[in-house]
C-alpha cells in the first residue's frame, strides 16, 4: 500500500514538472531535447508558402494568418493586463506548438534584446497560464506548429 502511494505521489510530481515546462525558451527547450528538427517532424506547419499540401490548413492561409494574429494581440493584451510591459524595440521570436484539437502543448521563445531571468519566468508563468484556457478556433486533423517573430511593446 505505502509502495503504490509513493509510486501515486511520484507520477504526479512528475507530470507537474512536465506540465510546468511547456513554456520556455528555445534554447531551453534544446536542452531538453526539443530540437527544431525533431519538433517540425511531430508538428505539420500551419501554413506552407512553397507547397500547400504540406500545411495544416491548406487553402485557409488568410484567414489561419488572422486569427493567429488575434491570438497574439490578446496574448499581449493578457500580459500587459497582469503587470508585464516590454521596452520599446523588444521582439520575441516564437515556435508555438499545439495538439490536433488545438490546445497549445509547447511554447518556445527567445527574445531580442535578452529580458531579465525574473521577467522571463513571469513571461513563461503568465504565458502558460494564458494557454490553459485557450484553444486555437481553427482545429485541423493532425498537431501544427505556428513560428514567428513579433514586436513585443
Known amino acids: ?6 509510486i501515486v505521489i511520484l507520477t504526479l510530481s512528475t507530470l507537474g514538472n512536465l506540465q510546468a515546462q ?3 525558451s528555445i534554447p531551453e527547450a ?3 531535447g526539443m530540437t527544431r528538427e525533431g519538433m517540425d517532424s511531430l508538428y505539420m506547419s500551419a501554413f506552407n508558402m512553397q507547397d500547400t499540401t504540406l ?3 491548406p487553402g485557409q492561409t488568410e484567414v489561419f494568418m488572422a486569427q493567429w494574429d488575434s491570438t ?4 499581449k493584451s493578457y500580459l500587459i493586463a497582469h503587470g508585464l510591459r516590454f521596452e520599446l524595440g523588444q521582439k520575441m521570436t516564437y515556435r508555438s506548438f499545439f ?7 509547447h511554447f518556445h521563445h527567445l527574445f531580442k534584446p535578452a529580458i531579465d531571468e525574473r521577467k522571463e519566468k513571469q513571461f513563461d508563468d503568465l504565458v502558460d497560464t494564458f494557454f490553459r484556457s485557450f484553444v486555437f478556433p481553427m ?3 493532425q498537431p501544427f506548429r505556428q513560428c514567428g517573430t513579433t514586436a513585443m511593446e
Not at 497574439?72 to 496574448?75: A, P, S, V
Not at 495538439?99 to 502543448?105: C, F, L, Q, R, V
Open 139 to 141: 482545429v485541423p486533423d
Open 30 to 32: 534544446r536542452e531538453a
Open 72 to 75: 497574439l494581440n490578446h496574448l
Open 22 to 24: 511547456r513554456v520556455m
Open 99 to 105: 495538439s490536433k484539437d488545438g490546445h497549445m502543448e
Open 1 to 6: 500500500m505505502r509502495t503504490h502511494l509513493v
Open 55 to 57: 500545411e495544416a490548413f
